[in-house]
């Protein structure tokens, strides 16, 4: 049976993509499962043109998902008129330069965190893409979940009480062994000052600003475990960025914090986690169990108080689209697709979701607090950054 060529038309947002690696895969991934998990409205996603400095990359790219054009300079993406979105999963560097060219010529912007290597670079960013008016998002993607979702509507409807602490952590142990190669990660140049406090802190503050509000005031330290490793030539190379940071911070509306990351977190893996605690309850949450939420009310009869675990369920927002029953698990590529939904929805609306240029400015600008803070060895507050 054929469709009526009128419910055959389907609104087609054009993407140009830059940077063929892991995180461009799971973009490309999440575009062609977006439509077959939310269906076609109120758009649909098409790569329509790929970026990468390796032409082999870019090549492989193209053919695995069906991409009709390829090329090594970001600018052909820019420049091409037919394109709506610039979509950049390059290294930290190259963000802001993409960006800002991408807004001067009406694209909207969809990036991958974090937004920017410094706050200044990340505030021209928000301010440009505000003054222009186009639509940007910033690949926060475990904001996406539905249990954090869930979380925040726990949170917004009382059901915590006033919040006054948050407890957050993302570990995971990759680089612990002295034989993992320096990479651009571990690259000032490339991936900025901040190491695993720019890559993996700005997660956990994603989630502290969703859940708890905006931080505002940090005292943190850093340290780097190994200081020189070899790069994949064998020249040895010196680690210019954190392997661990944590900080001790204070968020506007009073609560307090405390947030560590770690890339040399021995024993851990995917532990973005967080405690979170109220005066009539707490919640508890680990990456690693993604799909569980571990909720404690005060009311609870004291004979029977405890954490309670709650498995993502068709009731928490988005899950139904994937499961029509509670507990079968969610992962890492759907969050993806659930982004991929937030970005059609946003440049279909004209509005943009929770995590756009200007939230992830707000997460820069804490993360290079830190650095201040670590460097001065005193409280830092968020408003002497890149005024
Ligand atoms: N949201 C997440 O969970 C998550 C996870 C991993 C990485 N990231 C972010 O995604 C971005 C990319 O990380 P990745 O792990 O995919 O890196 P990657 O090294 O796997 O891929 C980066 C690609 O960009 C290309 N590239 C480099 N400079 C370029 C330029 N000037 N123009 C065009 N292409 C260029 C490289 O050749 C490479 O193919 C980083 O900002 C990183 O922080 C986010």
Redesign the pocket.
């Known amino acids: 049976m054929c469709l009526p060529p009128g419910e055959a038309k389907v609104t087609v947002i054009k993407v140009g993509l830059?940077?063929?690696?892991?995180?461009?895969?799971?973009h490309a991934a999440a575009f062609e499962g977006v439509t077959r998990i939310f269906g076609t409205g109120p758009a649909t996603l098409k790569i329509v043109a790929v970026?990468?400095?390796?032409e082999e990359?870019?090549k492989d790219f193209a053919q695995r998902f069906g991409v009709g054009s390829f090329t090594?300079?970001?600018r052909d993406i820019i420049n091409d008129p037919d394109i709506d979105v610039v979509d950049?999963?390059?290294?930290?560097?190259?963000?802001s330069e993409?960006a800002l060219a991408a807004i001067a010529a009406g694209k909207h912007v969809y990036?991958?965190?974090?937004m920017a290597n410094t706050a200044r670079e990340a505030r021209a960013m928000h301010e440009a893409a505000r003054d222009a008016g186009v639509v940007t998002l910033v690949?926060?993607?475990?904001l996406c979940s539905p249990i954090q979702a869930y979380a925040r509507q726990l949170i917004e409807t009382g059901e915590l009480g006033e919040i006054f602490h948050f407890r957050g952590t993302f570990d995971n142990d990759y680089m612990v062994e002295e034989s993992f190669p320096f990479?651009?990660?571990t690259d000032a140049q490339?991936?900025g000052r901040a190491g695993a406090l720019?890559?993996m802190a700005s997660?956990v503050l994603s989630l502290a600003h969703y859940l708890v509000g905006e931080v505002t005031e940090v005292c943190g330290a850093r340290q780097i475990l190994h200081a020189r490793r070899r790069d994949a030539k064998g020249n040895e190379r010196t680690v210019e960025n954190d392997d661990l940071a944590h900080f001790l911070c204070r968020f506007r509306n009073g609560a307090s914090g405390y947030l560590e990351a770690s890339r040399i977190g021995t024993g851990r893996k995917l532990y973005l986690s967080y405690e979170i605690q109220g005066t009539k309850g707490a919640l508890l949450f680990d990456q690693e169990r993604m799909n569980e939420l571990n909720l404690y009310r005060v009311s609870d009869k004291p004979a029977e108080r405890g954490y309670k675990r709650i498995l993502a369920a068709p009731q928490h927002p988005d899950y139904a689209a994937f499961f029509g029953l509670q507990g079968n698990p969610l992962g890492?590529n759907d969050?993806?697709i659930i982004e991929a939904r937030r970005l059609i929805e946003a440049v279909a609306s004209g509005k943009p979701w929770v995590a756009d240029f200007e939230f992830g400015y707000v997460v820069d600008r804490v993360v290079e607090a830190v650095l201040v803070s670590a460097e001065e060895h005193r409280w830092v507050t968020t408003e002497e950054i890149a005024r």
Do not use: Q
């Not at 830059?18 to 799971?26: L, P, V």
């Not at 970026?51 to 390796?54: C, E």
């Open positions: 830059i940077g063929a690696g892991w995180m461009g895969r799971a970026a990468d400095v390796s990359a870019a090594t300079s970001w950049i999963t390059t290294p930290n560097d190259v963000h993409i990036c991958e965190k974090p690949g926060f993607n475990y990479t651009w990660r490339a991936a720019g890559d997660h890492y969050l993806k």
